[in-house]
Nanobody, 124 residues
Framework: QVQLVESGGGLVQAGGSLRLSCAAS????????MGWFRQAPGKEREFVAA????????YYADSVKGRFTISRDNAKNTVYLQMNSLKPGDTAVYYC?????????????????WGQGTQVTVSS
């Protein structure tokens, strides 16, 4: 089993920045693809960003492209989401997720392990 724990969420004003972290433990695999998803109140959980195990490939939702950056440090078993120019529409619970080795995707069904989520609230 792989355990994922997110941190770094909080309350920020529009235009501000936050950096989310996701620490992996247990039977971690540095070869897993990692992703961030979010779920706003009353909405479905949606894809935000993903990164391949070598960090050679990254994918972003159109809504965050140019504002968010996903990165990873395999030596620390940690993936990050740097969020800049935050908007009230970014308010959601953000979840970290991991795939099986050597996989990567933008669909929730491609991820086998999930964290508990961290709340991000952007005030106007």
């Amino acid at each position: 089993q792989v355990q994922l724990v997110e941190s770094g969420g909080g309350l920020v004003q529009a235009g501000g920045s936050l950096r989310l972290s996701c620490a992996a433990s247990g039977r971690t695999r540095s070869t897993s693809g990692m992703g961030w998803f979010r779920q706003a109140p009353g909405k479905e959980r949606e894809f935000v960003a993903a990164i391949s195990w070598r960090a050679s490939d990254t994918y972003y939702a159109d809504s965050v492209k140019g504002r968010f950056t996903i990165s990873r440090d395999n030596a620390k078993n940690t993936v990050y989401l740097q969020m800049n120019s935050l908007k009230p529409g970014d308010t959601a619970v953000y979840y970290c997720a991991a795939t099986q080795p050597y996989r990567l995707g933008t669909s929730q069904s491609e991820y086998d392990y999930w964290g508990q989520g961290t709340q991000v609230t952007v005030s106007s």
